[in-house]
């Protein structure tokens, strides 16, 4: 520990130049180097005020506008008598602003004083007195231009046990030196080693007095927060004020934080230039006039306080921070006092930053408790314990906050700020303390059920900051209300509350609980703890209202719809609860709905699994339900098949009950999907499940429709599904006789007359249609045009083949019915179909006789026989003649032989179109 101080002024002989002037005058015996005075040269300069107009009026105030010529009068002469103003008047009264007057012996004890106060950079305190002393030491008669560094400096911060500022005016430091000293041609005596002495002009009480004159308070506040934000962005703080009030304001800044925080809180009281490089001072006085210092050349890379001006920042300084400090220099000195020794004694903040407000947030809500505390003043607080707290410190805290009554009903934004912090630090709380901590929340998220003040936000707010991530100390409140001190407590409040989204909350924190920690949902589930507080919730919001209790229920699905198994358990649990409550029906159904539409469309790779599952347990409805979802969610026909054959291989063609029970409905709801599609997606999955009701002779009223269906894509041409139409007829002639499809029968009549020409005799092609058309008729009507053209062109040949006489064609023609139009299709073609073979040989006509026998009888209209006629036409008069000879000898009536000659006598008349072409052709010939 040392400490030293030197005197640096102009000197006749100093104590290392041997010629005269500006020299280190002197120094104490302590310092043997002359580079150790490498680190105090900066405060070896002095840099007075340009002597202006403006200069005299600020340090000559009791002259009034008088200054100037009071200090220069005009009269004044030197021994020649020649008048030494006379040229600078005259000069200042043509330009005021730019007169530069020399400086005399009336103006030296004017000039500033700067009182500087550094932190070096090797840690040791240095305070310097520099004054202006005018003369050197030869006396009036010399220059003027001297002045006076003393400087003092402490190598061990130790010693710094009063403020900085408080050593202004200390006898320590001298302003003036004796004359006789400095003109001694003899080398100087050492200094003898200083002692820290602080002033008599700088106290709590002299600064308080000061803040309290020209309300200067406010300016105070915005002077402090410029300096809290100077410490984070390097700014200095400029004081445009007189030289007795620069240090009382920087008194005041000093004096709102410990003296430690500001010992790196460099100032000088006066400065000619703030923006010298040697100059280190966070804080510079400046004066108005003179200097460098102007308003606008420093306010952008500072924070000026021009107090002549009245212009300086303003700040937002509604932190409390600022109004106790104020209060405390108008009030109390001792809080103030208590404040700092709050911070020294238990934390390990060194700064003069914006922390130091969340410093007083700890302090006052330390000292006055939870309930008088906000949440950001909280948050301010307990983050300032977070980062600068000793272990001590935060042991203190934490038992403030848990001996608070507060805790338990402050608000739920405290209550997270609280509960994080404890959290955060429990790793430095005891056992039984964490309990005590734990009794607490629980209590308070356990009252928060009950009170029905509480808002469900509000409670959910609680349990959410009891939870929050506390830096890996976790509190889980579910986990705690699981232990067997809580867990009665606990079961008891959910019985007794009546806000079920409380309820819904925590159930929905019971699901995320469960599945984090494995618990298995078997059957002996409701016997552990987390069984049990189902049971409990349910009872509970389903006991207030069933829809919020089913609402409740489907959120648990939800939570465990991560696999089909897992949904199916927890379903098969839910079940067991809802069974047991009264007035619940109907909610189980809801339930099964529910879990097999989320099977399906979730978890389809696990349907058989879970189809063994059910049939193990014989629910039989269920499994069909569980297809039903299934089938219903199929987007493409294709899709529906593969859940139809999955259904139908790995459970019908398995288990006989369920076969006996639920296959035609299977095959229903299938069919019923697939009609959703277009007939060409769907076509060959329709026949496929027919085929399949066929093969299992499945009696089922929704077939009728199926083949409907089937049939009307089926063409009338005898090329496509013989087979197929063959099965569906004979699987209708034997569960549905009186019912066979209309268009089934056409297709299986036309087909047997094909097929019998080529292999059975015309009786045993009889029988068979017979066997056909047991029923009766079939008809026409259903087809179009269009597919009338296409049946007949397969039909009647076969049929005209088949017929060797009127009779056998009269035997197939009451097997249709037809429209008129369709009869007289059908009798002309036959017409047709003989002329055309009496054209190439006579052996027809017989035949033809006969069949035209039958038409005159049955058929004789106009429409009719007038198309024979034409027909007719197309013969050559030897045909028609054979043919009136075979008609003479087997018509026995005469008005039938009276019917034939006048179809014959048209005939042979001929058709009018032909004969007139017949005659232009002749004369074209010719």
Request: aromatic fraction near 14%.
């Amino acid at each position: 520990m040392s400490k030293h101080q030197l005197i640096y002024t102009s000197c006749r002989r100093g104590m290392y130049a041997v010629y005269d002037g500006l020299n280190i005058f002197s120094h104490d015996r302590g310092i043997t180097d002359e580079n150790q005075f490498g680190k105090i040269k900066k405060f070896f300069g002095y840099h007075e005020p340009t002597i202006t107009g403006d200069v005299l009026k600020f340090f000559f105030p009791e002259y009034g506008d008088e200054c100037v010529e009071r200090l220069y009068p005009e009269e004044e002469t030197d021994e020649n008598g020649f008048k030494l103003n006379t040229v600078f008047l005259e000069h200042y009264r043509m330009n005021p602003q730019e007169t530069v007057f020399p400086m005399q012996d009336a103006l030296i004890d004017r000039m500033p004083h700067s009182f500087i106060y550094e932190k070096l950079e090797d840690g040791s305190h240095a305070f310097a007195r520099v004054s202006y002393l005018g003369h050197d030491y030869i006396g009036a008669s010399s220059r003027f231009g001297n002045f006076l560094s003393h400087i003092v400096w402490f190598d061990d911060e130790n010693l710094l046990e009063h403020y900085p500022c408080e050593y202004f005016g200390s006898d320590m430091l001298i302003d003036r030196i004796d004359n006789a000293l400095v003109s001694n041609p003899e080398p100087p005596s050492y200094l003898p080693e200083p002692e820290p002495e602080i002033g008599y002009t700088v106290s709590f009480d002299t600064v308080s007095d000061f803040l309290h004159e020209e309300n200067r308070t406010e300016i105070y506040k915005n002077m402090l927060h410029a300096l809290m934000n100077s410490c984070r962005d390097g700014k200095r703080i400029l004081i445009c004020d007189r030289e007795e009030n620069v240090i009382m304001w920087i008194a005041a800044l000093e004096y709102a934080f410990p003296i430690k925080n500001i010992s790196d809180i460099n100032f000088s009281s006066y400065s000619y230039s703030p923006s010298d490089m040697k100059n280190a001072s966070k804080i510079c006085g400046v004066i108005p006039y003179g200097t460098d210092y102007s308003y606008e050349k420093y306010e952008s890379d500072g924070y000026v306080f021009d107090l002549f001006q009245n212009k300086y920042p303003e700040f937002n300084n509604d932190d409390k921070f600022f109004d106790f400090v104020a209060t405390c220099f108008d009030l109390s000195k001792e809080s103030l006092a208590d404040f700092h020794q709050f911070l020294t004694d238990g934390y390990f903040y060194q700064s003069y930053d914006e922390d130091i407000c969340s410093a007083f947030a700890l302090y006052d809500f330390m000292t006055d408790g939870i309930s008088n505390t906000d949440e950001n003043s909280l948050k301010s607080a307990i983050g300032f314990s977070e980062r600068y707290a000793s272990k001590q410190g935060k042991a203190e805290l934490l038992q403030i906050i848990i001996r608070d009554s507060g805790f338990v009903s402050c608000s739920n934004e405290v209550f997270a700020v609280l509960t994080n912090y404890i959290f955060k630090n429990s790793i430095s709380l005891g056992q039984d303390t964490m309990q005590a901590i734990s009794n607490l929340v629980i209590g308070r998220i356990l009252a928060n059920i009950l009170n029905p003040d509480i808002s469900f936000d509000d409670f959910a707010a609680c349990c959410r900051a009891a939870e929050a991530d506390h830096n890996g100390s976790s509190f889980n409140v579910l986990e705690e209300m699981l232990k067997a001190e809580n867990y009665n407590r606990f079961i008891n409040t959910v019985i007794n509350c009546g806000n079920p989204d409380k309820i819904k909350y925590l159930t929905e924190r019971l699901s995320g609980y469960v599945k984090q920690h494995n618990v298995s949902i078997s059957n002996d589930f409701i016997e552990t703890k987390e069984g049990k507080l189902y049971y409990a919730f349910l009872n509970t919001i389903y006991r207030v209202d069933t829809q919020i209790g089913y609402d409740v229920t489907v959120s648990i699905l939800n939570e465990f719809n991560t696999s089909a198994l897992s949904l199916l358990s927890m379903a098969l649990f839910l079940e067991g609860i809802i069974l047991d409550i009264p007035d619940t029906s109907g909610v189980n159904d809801k339930l099964w709905d529910n879990v097999f539409e989320k099977i399906a469309k979730d978890h389809i790779l696990e349907i058989s699994a879970v189809n063994n599952i059910l049939l193990t347990n014989r629910r039989l409805n269920d499994v069909f339900k569980l297809y039903s979802a299934n089938i219903a969610s199929a987007s493409a026909a294709n899709t529906a098949y593969e859940i139809f054959s999955s259904n139908y291989r790995d459970v019908i063609v398995k288990d006989g009950e369920y076969a006996g029970q639920y296959a035609a409905q299977v095959m229903k709801q299938y069919y019923d999907k697939l009609k959703c599609f277009s007939l060409s997606e769907s076509d060959q999955y329709l026949k496929s499940l027919l085929k399949l009701i066929i093969q299992n002779n499945l009696k089922t009223e929704f077939t009728l429709e199926l083949i409907a269906d089937i049939s009307n894509n089926i063409p009338l041409n005898g090329r496509h599904d013989k087979v197929l139409v063959n099965e569906i007829y004979h699987y209708q002639k034997r569960y549905f006789p009186n019912r066979i499809n209309n268009r089934i029968l056409l297709i299986a009549a036309a087909s047997e007359i094909e097929s019998g020409i080529a292999f059975g005799s015309w009786r045993d092609i009889i029988n068979k249609l017979d066997e056909i058309f047991f029923a009766g008729q079939v008809s026409l009507s259903v087809c179009d045009r269009e597919e009338e053209k296409i049946y007949m062109e397969w039909l009647m040949p076969n049929v005209f083949s088949m017929c060797s006489s009127g009779c056998d064609f009269r035997r197939i023609f009451k097997y249709y019915e037809m429209s008129d139009d369709q009869k007289k299709s059908f009798i002309l073609y036959f017409a047709d179909s003989f002329i055309r073979q009496i054209k190439k040989s006579d052996d027809r006509i017989p035949y033809f006789c006969r069949y035209i026998t039958i038409v005159l009888k049955a058929f004789n209209k106009p429409e009719i026989t007038d198309e024979i006629i034409y027909m007719l036409n197309g013969l050559n008069k030897a045909k028609i003649n054979g043919i009136d000879e075979c008609m003479k000898k087997s018509l026995q009536e005469k008005e039938l032989m009276d019917s034939w000659n006048e179809i014959k006598s048209k005939a042979e008349s001929g058709n009018p179109v032909k004969s007139f072409m017949h005659n232009i052709i002749k004369k074209i010939k010719k």
